[in-house]
């Protein structure tokens, strides 16, 4: 997008990909919502709001564009001629994130997460912008507590977008929803790898990835692919993992963006590492670090993608060189990561806490390691451990006990595992 006067309008519409004749048709749906009538903002008009040319639409835009976005019209930075311009009140993904999961509350862990219901009589662009930010409150719950529980809510928003499909008059908005199904279906197959049941994901993916050819959309691609490489490491079927990965780098979102390249990277190493190929793991480490580091990550970037960046970068890392038998380096990246996370991230805290107590452990620092990974249930306090977690810890148990099965420390820790474990 040009550069435009009205950055926080920009802004809006660049996290959400959306185009000003988007946008135009998403406010004139609005407006028919409330007036029975659609409006007519063009996309010249929206040319206008972010070059500052118009400063201060019309009531009916006004009012539609604050349905459209869900943010009042002074926080897309428009405002009367002559009057103050507050700094621009968009929140960033981590405040979003903590307001969501402030007024879910615990209730969230329970029940179906609920998605939008409000929506006008005509299917458009709004659709879209409303689904879109039902899969971000998805992504904001799994991130703060772990995807289990969430099949059901991404898979009723998966159906509500296929049915909204079926009324949808344009081609764009079509794309749009089918986009959408695929996102939704995915993270329904990612809430049952991440609680480790695995055997529903398969289903999951395949209908999803089936979805993302339908959308044309090789991003959705890319994911279904991602998630793919990380059920077939569950499985330790380690050549699939690889080959899943391999074909996460063919997307063509892959060869375009070197964000999701160096993801594409950094998974197929950790498949490498883990069957046994060292020396390649290491090479397309190096390859992940190289693309992460042409990645402008100041730009807007898809929700599920929102994770990634040097803290993950570093996360996979320390697998990949623990794996590898350099438990040393492991456990320096596995530092970096935990100072990097976001504080949002907490699943991913404990999930790289229990991986550094497995590197401290590999170089003979047994206390320390029943140290950190007992900070593993500190970290999760109040939310039952995922399913991947759960794994992680027992195959930390299993190694303790091969290389210190006297020590003290170690009876403390079983003791710990088993209180914690009897009261999932």
Known sequence: MAETRNASLAAWMAARQMSAAELADAVNGAIAGFTGRLGTTSERTVFRWLSGE???????????????????????????????????????ADVRRRQFLGAVGTAVAATPLPLASARPSRVGTGDVIRLRDDVERLVAVDAERGGNGLEQAALDGAAEALRLQQQS????????????????????????????????????????????????????????????????????????????????????????????ASLAHARTAVGLAHGKDARAALRCLG???????????????????????????????????????????????????????????????????????????????VEEACATGTTVFSIMAGTPLPGRLQQLLGDFQRELITHAPSARATRAWIDRHQTEWSSL
């Open 287 to 365: 390859r992940a670090e190289d693309a992460l580091a042409k990645a402008d990550l100041r730009e807007p970037r898809s929700t599920w993608i929102a994770f990634y960046g040097p803290a993950e970068l570093y996360s996979l890392a320390a697998i990949v060189r623990d794996v590898a038998g350099h438990p040393g380096p492991a456990e320096a990246a596995a530092h970096h990561a935990l100072a990097a996370l976001p504080e949002g991230y907490r699943r991913n805290r404990a999930h790289t806490t229990a991986r550094l107590a497995l590197a401290q452990l590999h170089q003979g620092d």
């Open 54 to 92: 118009s400063r201060w639409p019309q009531e009916r835009q006004r009012r539609g564009l604050e349905i459209v976005t869900g943010l009042p019209a002074t926080a897309l930075g428009l405002l009367p001629r002559g009057r103050f311009r507050p700094v621009p009140a968009l929140e960033d």
């Open 169 to 260: 008059a344009t081609q764009r908005v079509r794309r749009g929803l089918f986009s959408l199904a695929s996102d939704f279906t995915a993270t329904a197959a990612w809430s049952l790898i991440d609680a480790g049941r695995l055997d529903g994901a398969d289903r999951h993916l395949d209908r999803a990835l089936t979805l993302a050819g339908l959308a044309q959309d090789s991003e959705m691609t890319m994911q279904v692919w991602n998630f793919r490489a990380m059920l077939a490491r569950q499985r330790r079927d380690y050549a699939q993992a690889v080959a899943s990965a391999q074909a996460a780098q063919a997307t063509g979102i892959a060869r375009r963006s070197p964000l999701h």
